[in-house]
């Protein structure tokens, strides 16, 4: 088994900076990066979801770029647009055979904007899909963790330590039910350091990447992928939305290493 997968926080579809509101998605960009690309399966954060009946961005991607499988998850109203929800989505040339998402447990911190608005943190969590790839369930997931700093607080604080925890337990289960990689945007640049009972040996590795992921300079998004599975290659790439696109490449690792 080789594979590539993509990650983007494509943010409502919004170019610029983020938690601009008023301004129209601008999907035709989306769509012509990720069709440059060509990843086998996309992990979407804060994707726009519609109460109304439209076509999620989910969807709607997956239908121009000719993805022929898709699911969305939504989380919370959106910050950008107040008739839409933010979701974690999959999209996938191979088929999905189910998926199922886990809520992380929100702390509701609470601060105001430059606007005098209050902000409440929204819902986060992991959405994850098994994928028929060559005869094998591929899990792929798709998450999103709490932005702390954004709240004056530190994803470091013991406080929260169960969200990370929550991630890790997540994670450890896909990992027993088959060849795993994932798309997080975990809002932290040493985020990773706190998923220490999901990642080492035998366990998840993280992609290995120098480059900031956001517009303000940080990383904060991560490529993972189970211990039986061998990096090939690595890709971040600018654009012109908030967050950047994150790309790897992986094949079948001849050691098989699951259910650790």
């Excluded at 919370?76 to 088929?95: F, K, N, V, Y």
């Excluded at 911190?109 to 606007?115: E, I, P, V």
């Excluded at 790309?247 to 259910?259: A, C, G, I, L, Y």
């Amino acid at each position: 088994m080789s594979f590539t997968i993509g990650g983007w926080n494509i943010g409502g579809a919004v170019l610029g900076a983020s938690h601009q509101t008023g301004k129209r998605p601008n999907l035709d960009y989306y769509e012509q990066l990720l069709d440059s690309r060509k990843a086998e399966v996309i992990c979407l954060q804060e994707a726009h979801s519609y109460p109304d009946g439209r076509r999620s961005q989910v969807e709607e991607l997956a239908v121009r770029l000719g993805y022929g499988f898709h699911v969305a998850a939504p989380l919370s109203p959106s910050h950008i647009d107040p008739e839409a929800a933010l979701s974690l989505g999959i999209i996938s040339r191979h088929p999905i055979r189910s998926s199922s998402l886990t809520m992380l447990p929100n702390p509701n911190l609470q601060t105001r904007l430059n606007t005098g608005a209050l902000w409440r943190m929204h819902n986060k969590g992991l959405l994850t899909a098994s994928i028929a790839v060559d005869g094998e369930d591929l899990m792929v997931t798709s998450g999103h963790v709490f932005p702390f700093h954004r709240f004056g607080a530190s994803a470091q604080s013991a406080e929260f330590s169960r969200v990370f925890d929550d991630v890790s337990s997540h994670l450890m289960r896909s990992m027993r039910l088959g060849r795993s990689v994932v798309s997080i945007d975990l809002n932290d640049p040493n985020a990773t350091n706190l998923l220490a009972s999901s990642i080492g040996r035998n366990r998840f590795q993280v992609a290995p990447s120098d480059h900031a992921t956001t517009r303000k300079g940080r990383k904060q998004d991560f490529l993972l992928y189970s211990a039986d599975l061998r990096l090939l290659d690595v890709t971040i790439l600018p654009t012109e939305s908030d967050h950047a696109y994150c790309e790897m490449s992986v094949e079948s690792n001849s050691e098989k290493t699951r259910n650790p």
